[in-house]
């Protein structure tokens, strides 16, 4: 994806992915009640969507996104906060400064 903003639909549709897979997760924690497994499929559901973020956002190769806290760990509790790690080579060029600031804003939005 170039640094053209990224599509509000696609904002949207992660957004609703997030609220489908954690309604999806609820019942069925309530079905078996076994935490752990709630814990790590949470985690699974926003790793997938922030890798599809991260792909469109266009970063360089050299740039990573690295979960910490819980969620490195691979255990997301569902109000939990998503704690990220942005690590960069350098200072970023204005482009790539730019992405940042809109690939943090899409967190954001998408809750």
């Known amino acids: 994806m170039s640094s053209a903003a990224i599509p509000r639909q696609d904002i949207a ?3 609703a992915l ?3 897979g954690r309604a ?3 019942d069925q924690f ?3 009640h076994k935490a752990p497994t709630l814990l790590r499929q949470h985690a699974q559901l926003i790793d997938g969507i922030l890798q599809d973020i991260w792909r469109d956002s266009d970063m360089p ?3 990573a996104l690295i979960a910490v ?3 490195g760990h691979g255990l997301l509790f569902p109000h939990s906060d998503v704690d990220l790690l ?3 080579e ?3 060029s204005p482009e790539v400064a730019s992405k940042l600031e809109q690939m943090i804003g899409i967190f954001w939005d998408i809750g």
């Open 18 to 20: 997030i609220q489908d």
């Open 13 to 15: 549709h992660w957004r």
């Open 61 to 63: 190769e050299s740039a």
């Open 69 to 71: 806290g819980g969620y």
């Open 24 to 26: 999806t997760l609820a």
């Open 90 to 92: 350098s200072e970023p």
């Open 30 to 32: 309530f079905q078996r």
């Open 86 to 88: 942005l690590l960069l």
